[in-house]
């Protein structure tokens, strides 16, 4: 089963490289990763998913709250979460499919980014099922390029993950 951490750590240099060596030190892949600053810039948000079970993640949670840059760590609740990843998907196009690839953009919530006459840049945030919905519907007209970011998170509600002093 996969589970989304969301670790707050110290925003310095070298904080990333201590946590990702914590996994491999002990042999945990990490199926995705995406870290950014958040509203207080002196911290960063990791946003860690795993593939394993409860006790892999019990284990891993022990070990991040050891890390001494490490301030919080929390294993969200799937039901409680609201996860997204960033693709950018650059499609062949033709005069006669531009209409249809446009419509299927926004049908699913996506943005043309950038056209040229042989292709368009489709910009897309939702969850990972959604955007692998997007891309098999792409497909078959012909994607050239495709990147993705890994997995963000938050909770839902009012209660942030870290209280505001």
């Not at 996969?2 to 990333?16: A, D, I, R």
């Not at 409860?54 to 039901?79: D, F, G, H, R, S």
């Not at 299927?104 to 006459?117: K, N, Q």
């Amino acid at each position: 089963m996969k589970y989304t951490m969301s670790v707050l750590v110290e925003n310095h240099p070298g904080v990333l490289s201590k946590v990702s060596g914590l996994f491999s030190r002990r042999g945990f892949n990490i199926d995705s990763l995406a870290v950014g600053v958040t509203e207080d810039p002196a911290i960063s948000r990791m946003t860690i998913v795993v593939d394993g079970d409860e006790y892999i993640v019990e284990q891993l949670e022990k070990q991040l709250n050891k890390v001494i840059p490490v301030i919080k760590v929390k294993t969200l609740n799937p039901a409680d979460t609201i996860p997204r990843t960033l693709s950018l998907i650059k499609v062949s196009v033709t005069a006669g499919q531009r209409t249809e690839i446009m419509r299927v953009s926004e049908l699913m919530g996506a943005r043309i980014v950038d056209a040229t006459r042989s292709t368009l840049t489709i910009e897309f945030a939702d969850t990972a099922e959604r955007t692998e919905t997007l891309e098999t519907l792409l497909r078959p007209y012909g994607i050239r390029e495709m990147v993705r970011t890994g997995v963000i998170a938050i909770e839902k509600g009012a209660d942030p993950t870290r209280k505001v002093k």
